[in-house]
T-cell receptor, first 116, second 113 residues
Framework: KAGVTQTPRYLIKTRGQQVTLSCSPI?????VSWYQQTPGQGLQFLFE???????NKGNFPGRFSGRQFSNSRSEMNVSTLELGDSALYLC???????????????FGPGTRLTVL | KNQVEQSPQSLIILEGKNCTLQ??????????LRWYKQDTGRGPVSLTI?????NTKSNGRYTATLDADTKQSSLHITASQLSDSASYIC????????????FGGGTRLMVKP
């Protein structure tokens, strides 16, 4: 069974640009969650999508947005990039999502975004 | 504000030794508490998931314990191996906030030969 895949793996952008990251969940998983990981802040929750609907959202500005398609693939978009957006962006998929009390999340390898 | 505090921040042990990592949280009530292992440059991997009614869960050489009264969890690693070198992250799901996840800062473990 294929794992969670994320593309691209590495990305370099400049301030003010926008970026779109992609995540393909494990087959059969309807929930995709996105996280930002930085050395200073650790892992932080961005948002969760379940069956094409945003079910949960973390404390990030509106520049961070996402969507989920009918095949459960998800994209995350960051507009007007800032230097502080440089981070590892991880997505995770699961069957039931965070409402599943013992639902295992499977993480992808992440996209390393560098903003210059 | 929900908080998850982990200790120690970093730990060095010799191969074959046991160790225990701590996680204190303020999230209440919570749906579940998870421990993840994250190797450098890779995504986290789930080790254990416990609901509030469980007080221990094992996964091979990894054993997690939970005391919901004191809001503490620990992850015990038995007979450590070099491959255990990684960051270990404690995550708590907030029942009243749509199961929003709050992450601890992690413990970086290094196992030396």
């Amino acid at each position: 069974k294929a794992g969670v895949t994320q593309t691209p793996r590495y990305l370099i952008k400049t301030r003010g640009q926008q970026v779109t990251l992609s995540c393909s969940p494990i087959s059969g998983h309807r929930s995709v969650s996105w996280y930002q990981q930085t050395p200073g802040q650790g892992l932080q929750f961005l948002f969760e999508y379940f069956s094409e609907t945003q079910r949960n959202k973390g404390n990030f500005p509106g520049r961070f947005s996402g969507r989920q398609f009918s095949n459960s693939r998800s994209e995350m978009n960051v507009s007007t990039l800032e230097l502080g957006d440089s981070a590892l962006y991880l997505c995770a998929s699961s069957r039931e999502g965070t409402s599943g009390r013992s639902d295992t999340q499977y993480f992808g390898p992440g996209t390393r975004l560098t903003v210059l | 504000k929900n908080q998850v505090e982990q200790s120690p921040q970093s730990l060095i042990i010799l191969e074959g030794k046991n160790c225990t990592l701590q996680c204190n949280y303020t999230v209440s009530p919570f749906s579940n508490l998870r421990w993840y292992k994250q190797d450098t440059g890779r995504g986290p991997v789930s080790l254990t998931i416990m609901t509030f009614s469980e007080n221990t869960k094992s996964n091979g050489r990894y054993t997690a314990t939970l005391d919901a009264d004191t809001k503490q969890s620990s992850l015990h690693i038995t007979a450590s191996q070099l491959s255990d070198s990684a960051s270990y992250i404690c995550v708590v799901s907030d029942y009243n906030a749509g199961n929003m996840l709050t992450f601890g800062g992690g413990t970086r473990l290094m196992v030396k030969p």
